[in-house]
C-alpha cells in the first residue's frame, strides 16, 4: 500500500472501522444514547440500568468500563454511604452522540422498512 493512496482508505485500521468497531457491542451505543436522551449527559447505575430494559447488570458494568476506557464516559463516585457512582458522557462522548441521535431518529422515521426486514436467526426480533 503507498501512502496516499486509494487502498490507504481500506486498511485495517481506517476510520470506518474503527467506528465499527466502537459500535460492536449492541449496548455501547444505547448506554451513549439513553445519557443523552434520557439523563441530560450523566446517570448513577441504577437509573442507566433501568432506562435499558433487557440489560444485565453485568453487561452494563462491563460496558460502562470499556466506554471509560475508550474516553467516551467518565465515572464518578461519590463518598456518601452506600457509595453511589455516576456516569457521565465525556466531551468526546457527547461528539459521538451526534450521529447515533440522527441514525436513531432515521429509525423512528423509517420504521416501516426495519419492520419489513427479515430478522436475522440471531435476532430476537419477533
Not at 448506554?31 to 453487561?59: C, E, F, N, W, Y
Request: hydrophobic share 35%.
Amino acid at each position: 500500500m503507498q501512502p496516499g493512496s486509494r487502498d490507504q482508505e481500506w486498511r485495517e485500521d481506517c476510520a470506518p472501522r474503527r467506528v465499527l468497531e466502537l459500535f460492536a457491542t449492541k449496548w455501547t451505543s444505547m448506554v451513549l444514547h439513553t445519557l443523552h436522551a434520557r439523563h441530560d449527559g450523566a446517570a448513577r447505575t441504577g437509573a442507566l440500568q433501568r432506562s435499558l430494559p433487557g440489560i444485565s447488570k453485568k453487561m452494563l458494568t462491563q460496558t460502562v468500563r470499556d466506554m471509560e476506557a475508550s474516553g467516551l464516559l467518565s465515572r464518578h463516585v461519590h463518598s456518601v454511604m452506600p457509595p453511589m457512582v455516576e456516569y457521565r458522557l465525556t466531551a468526546l462522548g457527547r461528539r459521538f452522540v451526534e450521529p447515533i441521535e440522527w441514525l436513531y431518529g432515521w429509525g423512528r422515521d423509517n420504521a416501516d422498512a426495519l419492520d419489513a426486514l427479515r430478522p436475522r436467526p440471531s435476532s430476537r426480533r419477533t
